[in-house]
């Protein structure tokens, strides 16, 4: 099968039914989640893709210090996971070392690095540079490409909603860090940024506020647009506030308009779009780490069965294949200082 699919923000090139601007029914949610495999080691603020029938997680970091982020601490591996045999296969990262934490997309079967940080610079420094300001990995040849084209608002892994819609990769609002008062908004970001495969567009359109560590997905209205939901996170308002708002971007118009809020808030969830256009939103943190798992569809949620190790910071793909049928998988994340996860769950749906 040769379906692909980005999650930690949003789907690509899956085909799924319409959601008939907003109007369905969510399908039917996870009612049973099971465990699987692990991963060979633990790992949170990674990005996970479905494509051609195996689960990539690449990115985030190992361990959770209870202090200050060291390098030893970063992911510089990847991991691949063949649902139909639930083994993991640990491999080296073609992605350099050179840009630290980035944040990750995908563009058919290619995988895109972007963003990060310099590694002389790192934790919450300067950004990492223009050689290597976009990695592309191509999944089938096995070839990495670095394209010249840096992202203006960078940050770094998790810290921005990503989202692929229309073979193109948007990011939304995100935070660097910057503690320089004359930095616009002091790194908070309510930025729409679009790649191309080639270089970087910032949209007129904006976010409704600043916001960051929240999630994306995508999804299609009846007459096969592909839009953009963005939900949870924090919003700056002198200080750090929860964001219980969902926007709706369509990148045709780049137009921008608000959904219901979420019933229950988080920070650092994940999203991933079934086939039938539901999103859901699984875990993130509130007060603690969260076992929640809220389906999105026809501007209304559904509360569906909580999985059962509640996480943030994890990573969460939509994996279909002939003898399983479809399935949500929660990967590692972590429940606070030096509690990262391996663990992996899945749900039919």
Not at 19 to 25: A, I, K, P, Q, R
Not at 97 to 113: C, D, E, R, T, W
Not at 138 to 162: G, N
Request: charged share 15%; glycine share 10%; with cysteine.
């Amino acid at each position: 099968m040769s379906s692909t699919r980005l999650v930690h923000g949003g789907l690509t090139a899956y085909p799924h039914k319409p959601w008939g601007h907003f109007t369905h029914s969510p399908g039917p949610p996870p009612t049973t989640w099971l465990s699987k495999s692990s991963l060979s080691r633990p790992r949170y603020m990674g990005y996970a893709f479905f494509i051609n029938g195996k689960i990539w997680v690449v990115g985030g970091c190992n361990i959770y210090p209870d202090g200050n982020f060291a390098l030893s601490d970063v992911a510089w591996d990847i991991e691949l996971y063949d649902p139909t045999q639930d083994k993991w296969t640990p491999q080296p990262s073609p992605f350099s070392k050179n840009a630290v934490l980035p944040m990750f997309g995908s563009i058919g079967s290619k995988i895109y690095a972007f963003g990060g940080e310099d590694p002389s610079t790192f934790a919450y420094g300067s950004p990492a540079s223009a050689d290597y300001a976009v990695q592309e990995y191509d999944t089938v040849t096995k070839q990495l490409r670095v394209i010249k084209a840096p992202i203006k608002y960078w940050t770094r892994s998790y810290d921005a909603a990503v989202a692929t819609a229309n073979n193109r990769i948007y990011v939304f609002g995100g935070y660097n860090g910057s503690a320089d008062t004359s930095h616009p908004n002091a790194g908070f970001f309510d930025t729409i940024q679009e790649f191309d495969g080639s270089r970087w567009n910032v949209k007129k359109s904006r976010l409704a506020r600043l916001r960051f560590d929240a999630a994306a997905a995508t999804t299609k209205t009846s007459d096969g647009n592909d839009v953009v939901v963005i939900m949870g996170g924090f919003t700056r308002n002198g200080c750090f506030d929860a964001d219980t708002t969902v926007e709706i971007y369509d990148p045709k118009t780049d137009t921008i308009k608000t959904g219901k809020d979420m019933p229950n808030w988080v920070d650092s969830p994940t999203a991933v779009t079934t086939s039938d256009g539901t999103v859901y939103v699984l875990g993130g943190h509130c007060c603690g780490p969260q076992p929640y798992v809220q389906a999105y569809a026809g501007d209304s949620w559904t509360a569906c069965t909580p999985f059962p190790v509640p996480r943030f910071w994890h990573m969460s793909a939509v994996a279909v294949t002939e003898s399983q049928g479809e399935r949500i998988f929660i990967i590692g994340g972590c429940s606070g200082p030096n509690q990262v996860f391996a663990s992996v769950e899945a749900g039919s749906v």
